[in-house]
Structure formats: structure tokens, C-alpha cells
């Protein structure tokens, strides 16, 4: 049986980027680029995706919690 861990993140996205890619700050702390607009539907399927490489986990295992300031807050695990 495979250990679980749950790790809180924090991320700033910037939206409408030229190129997708991840960068670390520590502290669980990212900024993530993606191609799409923050209004457009496929953005956060764009995001999970994205993490779920950077983690090694099933997109399904990025949670959304909330937003404080200009960061958002998942729960991965």
C-alpha cells in the first residue's frame, strides 16, 4: 500500500503566458505560467495538469481551497 501525504500549496498564475512552466520559491511557494485566460474554461484542467507533472500525482489530487490576496491555495496529495 502506497504511503498518502497531503502537502498545502500556495501559487501565484500568470495567465495568457507565452510558455507553461513551473518555478519554486520553497515553502511549497510557486508561480506557474500557462497559455490560457483566467476566464477561459480549460485554465485551471491547464493548471492541474501542470501540477500534477510537477508532483507526480494524478490531477484528480489537486484540491482548490481558496484564495488569499493575489495567491491561490491547494491542498495536494
Known amino acids: 500500500m502506497s504511503s498518502r501525504f497531503k502537502m498545502k500549496i500556495t501559487v501565484q498564475i500568470k495567465f495568457g503566458a507565452e510558455k507553461q512552466r513551473v ?5 511549497n511557494r510557486y ?3 500557462i497559455l490560457s485566460q483566467k ?3 480549460g485554465a485551471m484542467t491547464e493548471f492541474t495538469s501542470l501540477m500534477s507533472k510537477e508532483f507526480g500525482c494524478p490531477p484528480s489530487r489537486i484540491h482548490y481551497k481558496g484564495k488569499v490576496g ?3 491555495v491547494f491542498d495536494a496529495d
Open 31 to 33: 508561480l506557474v505560467y
Open 70 to 72: 493575489e495567491s491561490y
Open 39 to 41: 476566464e477561459e474554461d
Open 23 to 27: 518555478v519554486s520559491f520553497g515553502s
